[in-house]
Every structure is written in C-alpha cells, then in structure tokens.
C-alpha cells in the first residue's frame, strides 16, 4: 500500500495540481488586493461612497452602526454586500484566467500534422516502378 501512494504522489498529475493549487492560492491574494484596494474605492465613489462590504440586513432587530458592531454584539444577519465583493472577485478572477488561458493557448506550438500516407495505388505504382529498375 505505502508503494502505490508513493507512485500516486509520484505522478506528473498531482505535483501539477499541487502546483496548481499553490499558485491558485497566491493569485487570489493579489486578485483580493485588486479587487478591495483597486477596483472597489472607485467603484464607492461612483455610486456616491458607498462600501459594498457594509451592506447587511439585520435579524436581531436592535441597531448596530456598522457591520463590525454588529458581528461584535453576535447578532444575526445578512452580509449581502460581503457577497457582492465576492462575486466581483470571481469575476475578476474568472476574466483574469480566460486571458491567461488565452495567451497560454496563444503561445503554445500546435502539433504539427503527420505527412498523410500516400494513396495505396501510388505505393503499388512505386513498388512497380522499383521493381523495373531493379530488372535493369
């Protein structure tokens, strides 16, 4: 059993995708950062300074000033704008990827085609052919 794991860990694929996950995780700290401190102040200015991660409902039905207050307190609510950044963060990830993927697609050789055999009666006319020159 510790030989199988060891040529299962050993594979091509899951070093790749261990790989993969690192990088993953490291992209989506900088696509955080992009998405708090890039794209979303302006985006609050536009709409009048608003902060999409301050948005909530509260359930608990006392008032709280902020988010923060509220999670303190531990009342109950709805963090719909915390949502909101976060489907802007996978957005912002998914379009990043696609221009990646796109580019990498862009660079990469593509197969070259195998030269396609010749038809069958050309080989029998090569093999004739041959075959008389070897006579003479």
Same mark, same amino acid.
């Given at each position: ?5 060891? /040529?299962?860990? =050993?594979?091509?694929?899951? !070093?790749?995708?261990? %790989?993969? $996950?690192?990088?993953?995780?490291? +992209?989506?700290? &900088? ?38 207050? /509220?999670?303190? =307190?531990?009342?109950?609510? !709805?963090?719909?704008? %915390?949502? $909101?950044?976060?489907?802007?963060? +996978?957005?912002? &990830? ?43």
């Amino acid at each position: 059993m510790l030989q199988e794991f060891k /040529a299962f860990i =050993a594979r091509g694929n899951v !070093i790749d995708l261990a %790989v993969g $996950i690192i990088m993953g995780v490291a +992209f989506t700290t &900088i696509v955080n950062s992009l998405v708090n401190d890039i794209i979303m102040p302006p985006i609050g200015v536009l709409l009048g300074g608003v902060d999409f991660s301050e948005y909530y409902i509260n359930l608990s039905g006392t008032a709280y000033p902020n988010l923060a207050a /509220a999670k303190a =307190a531990g009342a109950a609510t !709805i963090n719909y704008g %915390v949502f $909101i950044n976060a489907i802007i963060n +996978f957005l912002i &990830i998914a379009f990043a990827v696609f221009l990646l993927v796109k580019q990498v697609n862009r660079f990469m050789k593509k197969p070259e085609a195998a030269p396609a055999a010749p038809p069958r009666s050309e080989m029998l006319l090569e093999e004739i052919r041959d075959a008389l020159k070897a006579r003479n």
